[in-house]
């Protein structure tokens, strides 16, 4: 829980959203997102909230580049989506003692 704060204030100091959540066999599992990241940006869009990240998506190509703040560096990283079937409609709700950041 502690992490969970600390990763929300660093996220928000920084712009983006903190990765508290990570499908195992998802898309951004696969591109080497990991929890703990800070999602800055989806091609140069900034991701300041959720609702900011699932429409920079919906706008984007089939292979996305997201900008992540990682162990103090930033980093660069492609999606990759095969179809647009593995874009989210909406954003999954946020967790009630947590309104933090899923990819």
Avoid: K, N
Wanted: overall charge negative.
């Amino acid at each position: 829980m502690l992490l969970d704060a600390h990763l929300q204030r660093l996220a928000h100091l920084l712009g983006g959203i903190p990765v508290i959540d990570c499908l195992p066999s998802g898309p951004a599992a696969d591109a080497g997102v990991h929890v703990g990241d800070i999602l800055l940006s989806v091609d140069g869009i900034p991701t300041p909230t959720l609702e900011d990240y699932f429409d920079a998506l919906q706008g984007c190509a089939d292979a996305p580049r997201l900008q992540l703040f990682r162990d103090g560096e930033l980093i660069e990283i492609r999606l990759r989506l095969e179809h647009a079937s593995q874009l989210p409609a909406t954003p999954p709700p946020a967790r009630p003692s947590s309104p933090a950041g899923y990819a």
